[in-house]
Nanobody
Framework: QVQLVESGGGLVQAGGSLRLSCVAPGRTFSNYAMAWFRQAPGKEREFVAGINWSGGSTYYADSVKGRFTISRDNAKNRVYLQMNSLKREDTAVYYC?????????????????WGQGTQVTVSS
């Protein structure tokens, strides 16, 4: 079992920035591809961004390309999501997920492990 803990959510005005962080304590973090998903009220969970084990491959939903950046620090067992130019439609609970296939991170993978989520609210 892989435990994932997200942090960094909060309330921000439209146009602002937030950085989400996800830590996987006590694991060989580099064995996993990582991703961020989100779920807005009344909507299905959707893929936001993913990254392979080395950080050499990244994937983004069209809705966040150019605004969000996913990165990872394997020495710290952390993955980050830098979110800039936030819009009201980015409001959602954001989840960190891990895939034990290291060289993946794409939107159509089966992610086996999930965090509890962190709320991001963007106000106008």
């Amino acid at each position: 079992q892989v435990q994932l803990v997200e942090s960094g959510g909060g309330l921000v005005q439209a146009g602002g920035s937030l950085r989400l962080s996800c830590v996987a304590p006590g694991r060989t973090f580099s064995n996993y591809a990582m991703a961020w998903f989100r779920q807005a009220p009344g909507k299905e969970r959707e893929f936001v961004a993913g990254i392979n084990w080395s950080g050499g491959s990244t994937y983004y939903a069209d809705s966040v390309k150019g605004r969000f950046t996913i990165s990872r620090d394997n020495a710290k067992n952390r993955v980050y999501l830098q979110m800039n130019s936030l819009k009201r439609e980015d409001t959602a609970v954001y989840y960190c997920a891990a895939d034990p296939t290291p060289d993946s991170g794409g939107p159509h993978r089966l992610y086996d492990y999930w965090g509890q989520g962190t709320q991001v609210t963007v106000s106008s």
